[in-house]
C-alpha cells in the first residue's frame, strides 16, 4: 500500500514541479538554480533516509495495536473522516511545536530558508521531522483508529499541501473559509514581522482560527527566513543550529543552555555557525545528470529486498545528491584529491 501510494503520488508531484518551473523560467520570474538544487538536494536526501524511517515508522504503528486503550474504531467512511481530521489537527500541533521550540525548529527550518517560492521549496525537508510526526501520529492507534486510515490519511495530508508552495494559484472562494488556501500558507512562509508564526494549518485552516494564529494576506510577503543562511549545501543547512544549540551550553552554562533549547528561535543568537568545511558549485548539467541517477537508483532502491544491494543502491544515491548540490570533492577535500590525484598519475607514468 505505501510503496503503491508512492507510486502514484511522487510522479505527479514532479510533473507539476517541472511544469512550474517551465513557467517560472518563461514568465522570467523569480528563480534561480542554486535555490532550486538546495531544495532538490534536501528532498532527495529526507527522501533517501525516509525510506528507511518510513518502516520503522510503520513497525513502530504497528507495535501500537497491541496496545490500543480502546477497541479499534469500525472501518468506515466516518471512521475515515475522523482519521482525516485527526491527522491534521496533529500536523498543525506539530507545526506550532516546530516554530515554538528550538530543539525542534532546528530541524524544520530548511523548509523556510528559501527566499524563492514555488514547488521546489515541498522537497527542503529534513527526515528528523518524519520520527517526530510518525511518533505523534501513532497516538491515533493507540486511540483505536485503523492503522490502513492512519497512514493512507498521512500520504493525502502530505500531498495537499505540495500544491500550497505556488504562487500561479491564490485562493477559492468559500472553501477558504475552511481549508489552506496557497494564499494562507504565502503568510506562513513570509519573513514579515505581522506574518512570523501564523497559519501553521496543513489542509484545514480552522485551527489557525480556532487558536487565534491566522492571518490574513494583505501585502506581498517576504520569503525566507528573517536572518538568511550563507549555507547553501544540504548538509550544513541541517546541522548548523544544531551545533548553535550545543554551543550555548559551552557559551552560556548548562541551566541556560537547557532552557534555549525549548525556548523560540527568537531567543538565539545571531551567529551562523559552520559544521562541515564543504564547498559547492552547482551547475544545470549536475542537477539534471544527478536527478536522473538519483531518480533511477531509487526506483531500484524501493524495489531492492537484499541488504547488501539496498546498502550499494543507497551509496550511489548518496553520490546522487551530492551531485545535485553541485558539492566537489576537489574542493571539499583538496589535500586528499591531491594525493588522490598524485596516485593517479604515477600509475599513469608507471
Request: include cysteine.
Amino acid at each position: 500500500m505505501t510503496l503503491g501510494l508512492l507510486f502514484i503520488i511522487v510522479p505527479i508531484g514532479l510533473f507539476f514541479f517541472v511544469l512550474e518551473f517551465y513557467f517560472l523560467f518563461k514568465k522570467k520570474a523569480k528563480i534561480t538554480l542554486d535555490q532550486t538544487a538546495l531544495n532538490m538536494s534536501l528532498g532527495f536526501f529526507d527522501r533517501l533516509v525516509g525510506l528507511y524511517l518510513t518502516e520503522k515508522g510503520l513497525i513502530l504503528l504497528n507495535g501500537t495495536l497491541n496496545y490500543s486503550i480502546i477497541d479499534e474504531f469500525a472501518s468506515n467512511a466516518w471512521t475515515f473522516v475522523l482519521t482525516f481530521i485527526a491527522i491534521d489537527f496533529i500536523w498543525y500541533v506539530f507545526h506550532v511545536t516546530c516554530h515554538r521550540i528550538s530543539l525542534v525548529w532546528g530541524m524544520h527550518l530548511i523548509h523556510h530558508q528559501s527566499n524563492e517560492y514555488n514547488l521546489s521549496v515541498n522537497f527542503a525537508l529534513s527526515p528528523l521531522g518524519f520520527i517526530v510526526r510518525t511518533t505523534m501520529y501513532s497516538s491515533l492507534i493507540l486511540l483505536g483508529f485503523p492503522i490502513e486510515f492512519v497512514i493512507i490519511s498521512i500520504y493525502l495530508n502530505a500531498f495537499y499541501q505540495f500544491y500550497l508552495h505556488t504562487e500561479f494559484i491564490s485562493s477559492i472562494p468559500i472553501l477558504e473559509k475552511i481549508f489552506v488556501m496557497p494564499d494562507h500558507h504565502k503568510v506562513h512562509h513570509g519573513s514579515n514581522s505581522k506574518y512570523l508564526d501564523r497559519n501553521y494549518g496543513g489542509v484545514f485552516i480552522i485551527w489557525d482560527k480556532i487558536f487565534k494564529t491566522y492571518a490574513p494576506l494583505d501585502e506581498k510577503p517576504k520569503y525566507g527566513l528573517t536572518a538568511p543562511i550563507p549555507h547553501k549545501d544540504f548538509l550544513n543547512i541541517q546541522l548548523f543550529f544544531f551545533k548553535k544549540l550545543i554551543n550555548n551550553f559551552k557559551n552560556f552554562g548548562i541551566i541556560r543552555g537547557l532552557q534555549l533549547l525549548f525556548l523560540g528561535p527568537e531567543h538565539q543568537t545571531p551567529e551562523i555557525p559552520k559544521t562541515l568545511r564543504i564547498e559547492s558549485k552547482i551547475t544545470l548539467t549536475k542537477v539534471i545528470i544527478g536527478s536522473v541517477i538519483y531518480l533511477s537508483s531509487y526506483l531500484l532502491l524501493v524495489r531492492s529486498t537484499q541488504f547488501s544491494i539496498m546498502i550499494l543502491i543507497a551509496a550511489v544515491n548518496l553520490v546522487a545528491i551530492l551531485i545535485v548540490n553541485g558539492i566537489s570533492f576537489k574542493l571539499t577535500f583538496p589535500k586528499i584529491y591531491k594525493i588522490y590525484r598524485s596516485i593517479i598519475s604515477e600509475r599513469k607514468m608507471g
